[in-house]
């Protein structure tokens, strides 16, 4: 404010007048920004297991509508950086990597505050990274059973409350969970994913009551099957057990399950994540979003 104000009049009409023009100026680029669809510039988004699936999905889906994007996940360090770069490029946003394992607590933290301090804040945090393991519970094996609990469940613990403080000074965030349609209903032979998806739903609405009074929210997104790498593993693992061909698993195990009877598409998971950032969607907080082609209904 200006602080020659009760000397010179004069002042504050001029202040007034760049404070108009600022509002213009600034009220064009929301418009602009919205007619474009890219609402989203300025804030950061970290996606984990974003080198792959569905989390890549949504890190595209976010950064094209602004954000920067945090990608995390495993896989060739070279085939990362070129998916990095074409990103930063393409969307004409900023793109960082960070390789923290997600069955890592204090990589976690860390990955966090790095984001933290090149971005000042993670404004939205969407925990995706999983892995999936299929046998009967009395052949189970206690590590996978573990691993499956640690990235699919605990990981989100650790990113939520590294990210959260950041989001609460600000008062604005986004946290969405993706869970699963197991995160509501079960299947034989997956009972460490089952276990650890309705964990995720519990834990979604437990911060999102914690934060409800405030500018955040936390939501999870529940996909029927989706064609990515990992259910690519599980047809192969699902033949094993059932002894059936890759037609049957496909068409007898999985889309039997889905009454829309084809697997759902990782960019409908990105719009959907893009309207959980949204204005429209700041009142819906706790909720398990279903996008299963129906499974659920019946
Ligand atoms: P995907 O295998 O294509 O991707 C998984 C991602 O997680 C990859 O980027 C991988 O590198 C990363 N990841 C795995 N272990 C990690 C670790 N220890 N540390 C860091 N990153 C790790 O799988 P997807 O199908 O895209 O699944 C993404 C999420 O969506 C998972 O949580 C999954 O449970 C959930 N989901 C998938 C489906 C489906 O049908 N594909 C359905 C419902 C829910």
Redesign the pocket.
Known sequence: MCGYTRHKPGCTATYNILNDIFMVIQRTKNRENEMENTFLTGRTALI????????LGIAKALAKAGANIVL????DLAAIESLRSEMADLYDVDVIYDP????NPLEISTMIAAAQQKFGVVDILVN?????HVSAIDEFPDDKWQAIIN??LVSNFHTIKAALPGMKKQNWGRIIN?????GLVASPYKSAYVAA?HGVLGLTKTVALEIAQQQITCNAIC????R????ESQIEDQMKVHNMSRDDVINDIMLIAQPSKRFVEVEELGQVAVFLCSSAASSINGISLPVEGGWTAK
Do not use: D
């Open positions: 984990t297991g974003s080198t792959s699936g569905i989390g995390n996940g495993l896989g923290a394992n997600m069955l995706n990274a999983g892995i999936q990235i699919n993706l869970a699963s349609a197991h998806k996909p029927g099957y989706v990515t790498p990992l259910v």
